[in-house]
C-alpha cells in the first residue's frame, strides 16, 4: 500500500434517485462458466510447460451454492467448481516444491455497456493461504473505470503476466505501494476507479517523496506497508486495515527517531478470525483442501456515496466516506505471487451495479460566457449551477468540444497570455451522482492588442464666458495643498476637460472654483474616458469600433472614423463610462457600403405575418450581396432587380414584436454596418 489517510476524503456524493444498471452472477460449475471472460494471457491449461499465467477453472472443491459461507466458513464441496487465480504448488503434498512469481487475472463481461455507475454491491467467496508461512503478495478485485490503462493494453492485446511487476508494452499498469522498485503491483489494485486488495506480504519501510507531503504512519516522510485490507480511489489510499494474524512474516515497523521493532503475528489464520487474511492453518503441503471458503461483501452506497466491507462475516468498514466519482467501469480480478506462495481462489461472485437516473438535480443557470480578449491578456470563464443539496460536483471544461483542459476541474477556468490559436469554443461537462450536463459552447475571440489607457474626463458646468480654476489634490493629508491643474473660459455648458497627466496616480480629487460671483456656481462631474492614440499616415482615415468584452465576438460598433492630421493623433472615447468593458480595433478606414431599411419603419405596426422588407444600398464599389435575417434566425440573401441600388425581402412574422437585421457586401469584399429595424405585426389587425 502506498500510505494510510488519517483522514478520509469527504465529499458527499448525494442525490435523489438511482437505478439498477446491472448484475452478474458466476458460480464456476461448469467448464463453460469461463466463456466470454477475458483472462488476459494468464489462463493456465494445468501443465507447466503450457503455463503463462495460473487462472484455471477448476471442477471440484468450490464453495458449493451461493450464500453458503455467510452462516460461516465452509470446505471445499465436491463437484462444485471454483476460479483459481494462483496456486502454491503444481502437485502440492508433503513434499512439495512451491510455485514462484505466478499470476492470474481476469476481465469480466461487460454487463452494464455504457452506464454510469454511482454504486454496487459485490459479493464473492474466497480461500487463500497455505502456500507459505509467510506468502506474497495478494490479489484484488477492482471495479475499474473505462480508459484504465490496465483496460487499455488488455484491449491491444498485452497479458496480465506482462504487467506482473512492471509496465506491458502498452502501459498497462496497477498501482504500487509506495517503494520505487515495487511497480505495478496487482494486489494494489487498478490505478482508476474503487481498487480493494488483499495484500498478505508486509514490505516495510520506505521513503515517500516529498512533494507531495507525506502522510506517513511513524514520521513525516515515512510510511510502511502493511498485511491487510488496502481500499483506494482512483489511485488515492482511503482506508487501510491491517490483519497482522495469518502470516508468520516478521513486520520491521520503525516508530519516529527510533530502532526497528521486528514482531511476529504468530501464524494465527483461523476461518473464524476476521482479523486473519488468511482463510486456514499453513500445514506444509501447499494444498488448497485445509483452507476454507469465507464470505467477502462490499458495498458502495449509490444515495450516499458511502463503503462498507465485511470480512468472514463481520463488518470492517461501516459507512466509510470516499471519493468515487461516479462513471462507467468494469469488474477485474488480479492476483499474483512471489518467491513465497499462496493459493489465491475464488468462487460464487455476484455483482449488482447502480446506475445514475437522468435528473434535474445537475442544473446550468449561468453558462460560461462568450467573450472577447486581446492576446497577451488573461480570459477566463466560469458557470454556475445548482444542484439537489447537499450534491457534490465535479467539472471539466473542453476546448473545441473534444479536448479537454488539463487541470481545468473547477467551476471556474483561467487562461493567461491568451494566443490567437486558444480561440474557439469551451464547454463545462458539470457532473455530480445524479447525472450530467454540459453547457452551451461559449466563443474566446482573440483580437490584437490596442494601445490605450483610462484618464479622468472632467464635465464642468458654470457661467458660459466665466474664469474657472481648476484644482486637484492626490491625497488628503496634514499639509496637503491644492494644485493648479488648469485655469480657462467656459465656452460651453457642459464643457469637457480631460486630465492627460503622466503618470496619472492611483487616485486624485479635484475641485473648480472662480473669484467672480456667478450666477450659476461652478460644478463638475468626473467621469472617465479612454484614451487611444492613432498613427498613420496625416491625412489618412483609421476606423475606432469598440465590442464587449462579455457577449457576441461579432457585435463590433462604430465609434468614429478619424482623418489623422497628426501622428499620433489622440482619441479619447467618451462614451464608455458605466458601460460594460470595451475592448477595440483600429482599422484603416475604407469606403463601405452603406445599407439603410426603409420598410418598415422603426416601431410600425403591420397586419399582415406575410411582410416584405426593403431598403437600399450604395457604395464606391459594385454591391454584390445583401443579407438579412429574422429575429436571430440564420442569414438568408435577399433579392434584387436592379443591381442591389433596391433589394426587398419577404418575411414570415411572428405575433408580437420581430426584428429584421441586414447588411451588404460590395465586389472588394468590405461589409457594410448591419442595420436593425424593429417593428411589431399585430394579427388580426
Not at 494510510?4 to 435523489?16: F, H, Q, R, S, Y
Not at 492485446?157 to 512492471?166: C, E
Not at 510502511?224 to 482506508?239: K, T, W, Y
Not at 447537499?390 to 479536448?403: D, E, I, M, S
Amino acid at each position: 500500500m502506498r500510505r494510510i489517510l488519517l483522514d478520509a476524503l469527504v465529499l458527499g456524493l448525494l442525490c435523489a434517485a438511482s437505478a439498477q444498471a446491472g448484475s452478474y452472477t458466476n458460480t464456476f460449475n461448469s467448464a463453460n462458466s469461463t466463456n466470454g471472460l477475458n483472462f488476459g494471457g494468464s489462463l493456465w491449461d494445468g501443465t507447466t510447460a503450457s503455463r503463462t499465467g495460473s487462472a484455471a477453472w477448476i471442477k471440484s472443491g468450490g464453495a458449493g451454492p451461493i450464500g453458503g459461507t455467510t452462516n460461516g466458513p465452509v470446505f471445499g464441496v465436491p463437484g462444485d467448481g471454483y476460479l483459481q487465480m494462483t496456486f502454491a504448488s503444481e502437485a502440492c503434498g508433503p513434499n512439495y516444491t512451491p510455485s514462484s512469481y505466478l499470476c492470474g487475472g481476469v476481465l469480466f463481461d461487460d454487463f452494464d455497456p455504457g452506464e454510469v455507475v454511482a454504486g454496487f454491491t459485490f459479493e464473492c467467496d474466497l480461500r487463500m493461504g497455505n502456500g507459505n508461512p509467510a506468502p506474497a503478495d495478494g490479489f484484488s478485485i477492482n471495479y475499474v473505470r473505462n480508459g484504465d490503462p490496465v483496460l487499455t493494453a488488455l484491449a491491444a492485446g498485452d497479458t496480465f503476466p506482462q504487467m506482473n511487476n512492471r509496465a506491458s508494452p502498452n502501459g498497462g499498469q496497477f498501482r504500487d505501494n509506495g517503494d520505487s522498485a515495487d511497480l505495478s503491483l496487482m494486489e494494489e489494485g487498478t490505478q482508476t476507479g474503487l481498487a480493494i486488495g488483499f495484500d498478505m506480504w508486509d514490505s516495510g519501510d520506505y521513503t515517500v517523496p516529498a512533494n507531495p507531503p507525506a502522510v506517513g504512519k511513524w514520521a513525516p516522510g515515512f510510511t510502511h506497508d502493511q498485511i491487510g485490507l488496502d481500499i483506494s480511489v482512483d489511485d488515492v489510499l482511503v482506508i487501510a486495515l491491517e490483519m497482522p494474524n495469518g502470516t508468520t512474516q516478521g513486520r520491521n515497523e520503525t516508530p519516529a527517531g527510533g530502532t526497528p521493532n521486528i514482531t511476529d503475528s504468530n501464524g494465527n489464520n483461523a476461518a473464524t478470525d476476521p482479523t486473519s487474511i488468511e482463510t486456514g492453518p499453513y500445514d506444509g503441503t501447499g494444498c488448497p483442501d485445509g483452507l476454507a471458503w469465507c464470505h467477502f461483501k462490499v458495498v458502495l452506497d449509490p444515495s450516499t456515496q458511502t463503503l462498507s466491507v465485511w470480512w468472514k462475516n463481520t463488518q470492517l468498514v461501516t459507512n466509510a466516506p470516499v471519493n468515487y466519482f461516479p462513471s462507467p467501469g468494469r469488474l477485474l480480478m488480479a492476483a499474483r505471487v512471489g518467491g513465497s506462495t499462496a493459493n489465491i481462489d475464488v468462487d460464487n461472485v455476484v455483482i449488482t451495479t447502480s446506475a445514475m437516473l437522468p435528473s434535474a438535480c445537475v442544473n446550468i443557470t449561468t453558462p460560461p460566457p462568450t467573450q472577447t480578449a486581446e492576446m497577451g491578456s488573461v480570459a477566463w470563464f466560469f458557470v454556475e449551477v445548482t444542484n439537489t443539496p447537499p450534491t457534490a460536483t465535479y467539472y471539466q471544461w473542453c476546448f473545441n468540444a473534444t479536448n479537454a483542459l488539463g487541470g481545468a476541474t473547477n467551476s471556474y477556468v483561467v487562461l493567461t497570455n491568451v494566443q490567437s490559436a486558444e480561440g474557439g469554443a469551451y464547454t463545462v461537462v458539470v457532473t455530480n451522482i445524479c447525472g450530467a450536463a454540459t453547457s452551451a459552447p461559449a466563443l474566446l475571440s482573440v483580437i490584437a492588442p490596442v494601445e490605450r489607457r483610462i484618464v479622468p474626463a472632467l464635465n464642468l458646468t458654470g457661467d458660459v464666458g466665466s474664469f474657472l480654476h481648476l484644482d486637484y489634490l492626490n491625497a488628503f493629508g496634514l499639509g496637503a495643498s491644492w494644485l493648479s491643474l488648469s485655469n480657462f473660459t467656459l465656452l460651453s455648458t457642459p464643457q469637457l476637460y480631460l486630465d492627460l497627466s503622466e503618470p496619472l496616480p492611483a487616485q486624485r480629487f479635484y475641485r473648480a472654483w472662480q473669484t467672480n460671483a456667478p450666477s450659476v456656481g461652478p460644478a463638475l462631474d468626473m467621469r472617465l474616458a479612454t484614451e487611444i492614440p492613432l498613427t498613420g499616415e496625416v491625412g489618412s482615415s483609421v476606423r475606432i469600433d469598440y465590442i464587449n468584452q462579455y457577449g457576441p465576438t461579432d457585435a463590433w460598433v462604430t465609434l468614429d472614423t478619424v482623418t489623422l492630421t497628426n501622428s499620433p493623433e489622440l482619441y479619447f472615447d467618451v462614451t464608455m463610462f458605466r458601460q460594460p468593458t470595451r475592448l477595440y480595433r483600429l482599422v484603416a478606414a475604407t469606403t463601405i457600403p452603406v445599407l439603410a431599411i426603409l420598410a418598415p419603419t422603426a416601431n410600425q405596426t403591420v397586419n399582415n405575418a406575410l411582410c416584405v422588407v426593403s431598403g437600399t444600398t450604395s457604395d464606391k464599389v459594385a454591391v454584390t450581396d445583401v443579407w438579412y435575417r429574422l429575429n436571430g434566425a440564420g442569414w438568408t440573401q435577399a433579392v434584387t432587380t436592379n443591381g442591389w441600388t433596391n433589394w426587398s425581402a419577404q418575411v414570415t412574422l411572428s405575433p408580437g414584436t420581430n426584428l429584421v437585421q441586414a447588411y451588404a457586401q460590395d465586389a472588394a469584399g468590405n461589409l457594410s454596418l448591419t442595420n436593425s429595424v424593429s417593428f411589431v405585426y399585430a394579427s388580426g389587425g
